[in-house]
Each structure stands twice: as structure tokens, then as C-alpha cells.
């Protein structure tokens, strides 16, 4: 008689990154999580899958989510002392996920502290529908200022699919760029997913972020950690998450 042969379940192992540095994981700022208690439980989970640092990137977009450093820094302390009164042995920090919009072009305009990660890093994104007009002053006006921009999810802009060059631009104009983990799954389409595997070919991708919402994206990165053909490849990569 042949021995039951179950499939093994590896626990997933992200520690070559450590950092998650795009995420939503402070409670009620955005479209991300909503209570302090499932923000503690994704620490816990994130923490089991070899994640010690995380910069927790809310949305700031014009009219949506009016959030500022001062309201974004009073939720991190709510969330800090949670943290340490449950002993939850991870470095949570905050910085921002800026929507390149007019509210932004004023910040940067007014000369106006900005939420930074790493140092001088600056995460912005642009709308799903269209590219934002104000994009490659953003870009050029941080590098002005002696900041980092870092685009989010350039894989995401369906806009940008037809020609792989746009990616190469925003290189050679000095903005890095962040890859969604879910993208190289196909959670978000199997378009994104092929730009997602070509960004990472070519060498081109800086840093990687969980851009967790909810459960479901927490869901979608455990079966990331799963699949070994995809973490192998991304073991063989340099990424910046574990210089933060
Ligand atoms: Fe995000």
C-alpha cells in the first residue's frame, strides 16, 4: 500500500526583503485596513512570513483621502504603543503614498514637509485611467528638492502597457520604481502580470511592496510564498527593501 503523499506547505519567507515599504496597514486613514485589531493581527501574520520593518504608506489623494503628515503620525503612535503593549516585535513607521494631483503640485509648490521612507525616498502614484499631467514635474521637482521619488505599481497603468519604453523614461529621468508581490501572481491580470515579469528581467525594479489592503492581498502573498519557482527568482534579485 502506497503512503498517503499530501503537497507540503512551506511557511512562506520574505526576510530577503524584511522591509514592506508600500502597505495600508494604519487603521481608518484609506481604502485599507479598518480596525487596529486586524492592523495588529497583519503585523503578527507579516511577522510569521520573516517581515520585521514596515513603513505603513496611506493614501493621499485629493478630495478621497486628505490625509497629512500630522493625522498620519497621530495614528502611527496609537498603532506604536498597541504594538509594544502587545509585543509584537516589529518596527512600524509611516510615510505616504502621494497621488501625483493638484493637492500634491501645491505641497511641492509651498515647500511643505513631505512623508518620506528610508531616508529620502517619496512614494507617489498616479490614477488607473489616465496619466497624470503633473507626473514628470513631480519627479523633476523632487529630485530638485534632494529627494528619492519611488513610482508605485508601474505595472498597474494600463496606459503605460503599450510601449515598454515609457518604463525606461521614468528610469532615465531618476524615478525609481516599486512592484506590487501580487502582480507576478496574475492577482491583477494576466497583462500586469507579463509587464510585472518583464520589469523584473530587465533589471529594473527597486523595491518590492505587499500593497496590502485587506485580507485578501495577505491571502494572495501567503500563496505567493508558496510558489518556490517565483520565490527563487526573486531571491536571485537585488532589491532596496533591506537597506531600509
Ligand atoms: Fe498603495
Avoid: W
Amino acid at each position: 500500500m502506497f503512503p498517503f503523499i499530501r503537497s507540503k506547505k512551506i511557511t512562506p519567507d520574505f526576510s530577503f526583503l524584511g522591509t514592506d515599504m508600500h502597505n495600508h496597514f494604519l487603521p481608518g486613514l484609506d481604502d485599507g485596513v479598518k480596525t487596529m485589531e486586524e492592523t495588529l493581527t497583519f503585523f503578527k501574520k507579516m511577522k510569521a512570513m520573516g517581515y520585521h520593518q514596515f513603513y505603513c504608506t496611506p493614501h493621499i489623494i485629493e478630495g478621497m483621502y486628505p490625509n497629512t503628515p500630522e493625522n498620519i503620525n497621530n495614528t502611527l503612535q496609537l498603532v506604536n504603543e498597541r504594538v509594544k503593549y502587545e509585543g509584537i516585535e516589529v518596527q512600524v513607521k509611516a510615510a505616504a503614498e502621494y497621488m501625483a494631483d493638484h493637492d500634491f503640485e501645491q505641497l511641492l509648490k509651498e515647500n511643505r514637509p513631505l512623508l518620506t521612507f528610508g531616508g529620502n525616498y517619496v512614494l507617489i502614484e498616479m490614477s488607473y485611467v489616465a496619466p497624470s499631467s503633473f507626473i514628470d514635474t513631480a519627479i523633476f521637482q523632487l529630485k530638485l528638492k534632494g529627494l528619492q521619488p519611488v513610482l508605485a505599481h508601474p505595472e498597474r497603468y494600463g496606459y503605460l502597457h503599450h510601449s515598454f519604453n515609457h518604463y525606461v523614461n521614468y528610469l532615465d529621468r531618476g524615478c525609481l520604481l516599486q512592484l506590487n508581490l501580487l502582480s507576478i501572481t496574475g492577482y491583477y491580470g494576466p497583462q500586469i502580470k507579463k509587464i510585472a515579469e518583464k520589469l523584473l528581467r530587465e533589471d529594473m525594479i527597486s523595491f518590492l511592496g505587499t500593497d496590502i489592503h485587506h485580507q485578501n492581498h495577505l491571502d494572495g502573498l501567503q500563496a505567493l510564498g508558496q510558489n518556490t519557482s517565483i520565490m527563487s527568482l526573486l531571491k536571485q534579485k537585488r532589491f532596496l527593501n533591506n537597506t531600509l
